[in-house]
Nanobody
Framework: QVQLLESGGGLVQPGGSLGLSCAAS????????MGWYRQVPGKQRELVAL???????NYADSVKGRFTISRDNVRNTVYLQMNNLEPEDTAVYYC??????????????WGQGTQVTVSS
C-alpha cells in the first residue's frame, strides 16, 4: 500500500506565506503525478496544483502567480509554496498522488489533509 504524509499548514495573516510538503512511501514503482487539492465545508474538493511527470505543472487560476509546486523525485515528495495568501485560500489541503504500485497496477492516493487558515 501507499501512504502520503503531509506536513506544514497552519494559521497565517493575509499576505503571508506558508509551505506544505507531502512524502509518498510504501509500494511505489513509479509516480505519474503528485499535487494538491483543497476543500472547504459545503464545497467540492478542487485542484490547486499538480506536477505531472513529463508534462509539467497545472495550477488553478485562482493561485497562479502566488503558489508554486515542485517535486523531489528522489524523495518522492511534493511541495507547495504559497505566497501572498488570501482569506479565500482557507481550506483543508489534501496531497494527491497517481502512483504505479507495480508495472501494471496503479492507484490514486490521498493524504489525510492539513488545515490552512488565512486570517488576521
Amino acid at each position: 500500500q501507499v501512504q502520503l504524509l503531509e506536513s506544514g499548514g497552519g494559521l497565517v495573516q493575509p499576505g503571508g506565506s506558508l509551505g506544505l510538503s507531502c512524502a509518498a512511501s510504501g509500494s511505489i514503482f513509479s509516480i505519474n503525478a503528485m499535487g494538491w487539492y483543497r476543500q472547504v465545508p459545503g464545497k467540492q474538493r478542487e485542484l490547486v496544483a499538480l506536477a505531472n511527470s513529463g508534462t509539467g505543472t497545472n495550477y488553478a487560476d485562482s493561485v497562479k502567480g502566488r503558489f508554486t509546486i515542485s517535486r523531489d523525485n528522489v524523495r518522492n515528495t511534493v511541495y507547495l509554496q504559497m505566497n501572498n495568501l488570501e482569506p479565500e485560500d482557507t481550506a483543508v489541503y489534501y496531497c494527491y498522488a497517481y502512483i504505479h504500485t507495480t508495472q501494471r497496477d496503479w492507484g490514486r492516493f490521498w493524504g489525510q489533509g492539513t488545515q490552512v487558515t488565512v486570517s488576521s
